[in-house]
């Protein structure tokens, strides 16, 4: 039956070698870790009915510096071979040794049945004290066997896991043999766990919060954007724009139960959802609107026109009221969530974006002036104007603090609640834009869009303690909790 299969799609698999082949020659290679731009080939991987992405990680923290030239990263399904795009041509242990994990490749494939994964390795060296000293390598195509067939559906998107024993892989002093097992992605039950979605790829990636490493990953067509997380409902609520769809995700299975369709009128660009699930508030902003979703039937049951460029929401459930930032009328909006009317507007000084509810204020980031505006709650009386960095774009609060992302300046400044200014920023680089805090584990989550992963930072010494490599931009990250 398998032989008889694999006759039947022999043409289309040989046509998407040939065509996975000519796109891996075109493509540029990825750079040192936590420290590059997403370059245009990030996106121009080869497509495929399911995407799958390869990290690296090291069996030991410690063992010789070894340095590895490779190519020609590819799956095999029933003897056809299957290319993915290299995202590093170079592969140092020190540099997966900071970082606990890299990305090696990632690509598109055809649905199927797959059993094995190689690469040909060009050239090896062992790092001596900054000295380059070559080997010799015993085989240079490496081949691993999965752990148990992989079977790969249409829409699919999944991580595999190499694991490089870098002491094994020395054989004697001058010949380089490398040794290397992997596993399938296995997910743990909720706990200890962040989302982050990459539009760009159709996937959302899953990091477990203890180690900050990807464990996993879920494929999601739509572009999907804003995610939220309900931990009490087992719910993952992911906004779908290309789809104009809301789909709900179990979190405990990450297996899809339910989408909401969007009229098709309306072009949602940021989601919120109430506590308890029942509800989802979407905004249009190039058609100005509001639309309330009923999570239980699936039906619009609210919709108002709202300001101009309507661009943030933040959902402030003890008082009933949704807060919307409007970045051409320069205005935030505070609407009841159940009749869906205004009941006040304030002014800000510049393009409102991003903002956070905090001890009966409400801060909101402007872009346009760097700075953030501090508002009473409730009323909206204006108290008082904060310097940050250069546009700023998202708040998160933790430990005390509140976290200020400045997309223009590549740096997070820090606030606390009450005070007239703000101290001195966390550099990270790039350009940080969606944040989010595991409270449990004390760390602030920063994606970037400019490098395509999520800066770490350490809240009990505001310093960047690691970085989670994606290679690609992300938009919304959650911890669940």
């Known amino acids: 039956m398998k032989a008889r299969l694999a006759g039947v799609n022999i043409i289309s698999h040989l046509l998407f070698l040939l065509c996975g082949i000519f796109?891996?020659?075109?493509?540029?290679?990825?750079?040192?870790?936590?420290?590059?731009?997403?370059?245009?080939?990030a996106f121009q991987e080869s497509s495929g009915d399911a995407r799958l992405s390869v990290f690296l990680r090291l069996k030991e923290p410690e063992g010789p510096n070894l340095w590895m030239k490779i190519s020609n990263l590819e799956v095999e399904s029933y003897n056809t071979w299957f290319p993915l795009r290299t995202i590093r041509e170079e592969i140092q242990r020190q540099d997966v040794r900071s970082n606990g994990q890299i990305l090696a490749g990632r690509g598109g494939v055809p649905a199927g049945q797959y059993q094995r994964i190689r690469f040909t390795v060009e050239k090896a060296a062992l790092d001596r004290d900054g000295e380059m000293i070559f080997l010799s390598v015993d085989n240079p195509v490496v081949e691993i066997n999965f752990p148990v067939e992989l079977n790969l559906a249409k829409g699919d998107s999944t991580s595999l896991f190499l694991t490089w024993d870098t002491a094994g892989s020395m054989q004697g002093t001058a010949i380089l043999h490398p040794n290397m097992s992997l596993n399938l992605q296995s997910i743990p039950l909720v706990t200890d766990l962040a989302y982050v979605s990459c539009p760009a790829l159709d996937t959302i990636y899953i990091i477990r919060t203890d180690l900050n490493m990807v464990c996993g990953s879920i494929g999601i067509s739509g572009k999907p954007t804003t995610i939220a997380a309900n931990l009490a409902a087992n719910r993952l609520f992911v906004l779908a724009p290309k789809d104009s769809a809301v789909k709900t995700f179990e979190l405990t299975s990450n297996s899809l139960i339910d989408q909401i369709r969007i009229p098709l009128s309306v072009k949602a660009t940021y989601m919120t959802v109430s506590s308890d699930g029942k509800k989802a508030y979407l905004l249009d902003e190039m058609g100005n609107n509001l639309l309330r979703l009923d999570m239980q039937t699936g039906t619009v049951d609210g919709q108002i026109r709202i300001g101009s460029r309507p661009k943030y929401m933040l959902y402030l459930e003890d008082q009933n009221l949704i807060a919307i930032s409007c970045a051409y009328a320069q205005k935030v909006y505070f609407v009841d969530a159940t009749s869906l009317t205004v009941v006040n507007t304030v002014d800000t000084g510049g393009t409102p974006d991003g903002m956070l509810a905090r001890d009966n204020y409400l801060f909101v980031a402007e872009s346009s002036s760097n700075s953030v505006?501090?508002?009473e709650l409730p009323g909206g009386r204006n108290k008082f104007r904060i310097n940050v960095g250069i546009k700023p774009r998202r708040l998160v609060f933790?430990?005390?603090?509140i976290y200020i992302s400045n997309y223009g300046s590549g740096n997070i400044s820090l606030m606390k609640p009450g005070q007239l200014n703000?101290?001195?920023?966390?550099?990270?680089?790039?350009?940080?834009?969606?944040?989010d805090v595991s409270l449990i584990r004390q760390w602030l989550y920063v994606g970037d869009e400019y490098k395509g992963g999520v800066s770490v930072i350490d809240l009990s010494s505001n310093k960047v303690a690691g970085w989670i490599e994606l290679g690609a931009a992300p938009d919304t990250f959650v911890v669940v909790k």
């Open 23 to 41: 796109s891996l020659a075109g493509c540029q290679q990825g750079g040192a870790v936590g420290g590059d731009s997403l370059s245009g080939a």
């Open 422 to 435: 703000a101290s001195r920023g966390i550099q990270v680089g790039g350009m940080p834009f969606g944040m």
């Open 398 to 401: 933790g430990n005390s603090h």
């Open 373 to 375: 505006s501090v508002f």
